[in-house]
C-alpha cells in the first residue's frame, strides 16, 4: 500500500508565500512523475504543476512565474513552493503521483493524496 502524505497547507495573506510537500512512501518501486492539482468550491479539479523523475516540469498558465515545483527522488518528496499568492489561488491542493507499485509490479498512474487546504485572504 502507498501513502501520499501531504503538508505545509494554511491561511496566508494576498502576496504571502507558502511551501507545500508530498512524501510517498509505501510498496513503491518507482516514481514516473508526480504533481499538484488543486479544486476550489464548485469548480472541477484542476492542474497546478507536475514533475517527472527526469526533472520536467509543467505548469498551469495561471501559476506560471509565481509557482515551482521541485523534487527529491532519493525521499519519493515534491515540493510546490508558491509566492506571490492571490486570493483566486484559494483551493483545496491534492498531490498525485503515477508510479509503478513493487508489490505486486505493476504501474499506477493516478493516485492521489488527501487534499490540503490553502487559503489566502486579500
Known amino acids: 500500500q502507498v501513502q501520499l502524505l501531504e503538508s505545509g497547507g494554511g491561511l496566508v495573506q494576498a502576496g504571502g508565500s507558502l511551501r507545500l510537500s508530498c512524501a510517498a512512501s509505501?510498496?513503491?518501486?518507482?516514481?514516473?512523475?508526480m504533481g499538484w492539482y488543486r479544486q476550489a468550491p464548485g469548480k472541477q479539479r484542476e492542474l497546478v504543476a507536475t514533475?517527472?523523475?527526469?526533472?520536467?516540469?509543467n505548469y498551469a498558465d495561471s501559476v506560471k512565474g509565481r509557482f515551482t515545483i521541485s523534487s527529491d527522488n532519493a525521499k519519493n518528496t515534491v515540493y510546490l513552493e508558491m509566492n506571490s499568492l492571490e486570493p483566486e489561488d484559494t483551493a483545496v491542493y491534492y498531490c498525485?503521483?503515477?508510479?509503478?507499485?513493487?508489490?505486486?509490479?505493476?504501474?499506477?498512474?493516478?493516485?492521489w493524496g488527501q487534499g490540503t487546504q490553502v487559503t489566502v485572504s486579500s
Open positions: 514533475i517527472t523523475s527526469g526533472g520536467r516540469t
Open positions: 509505501g510498496s513503491i518501486y518507482r516514481i514516473n512523475a
Open positions: 498525485n503521483a503515477d508510479y509503478y507499485s513493487s508489490t505486486p509490479y505493476r504501474r499506477v498512474r493516478d493516485y
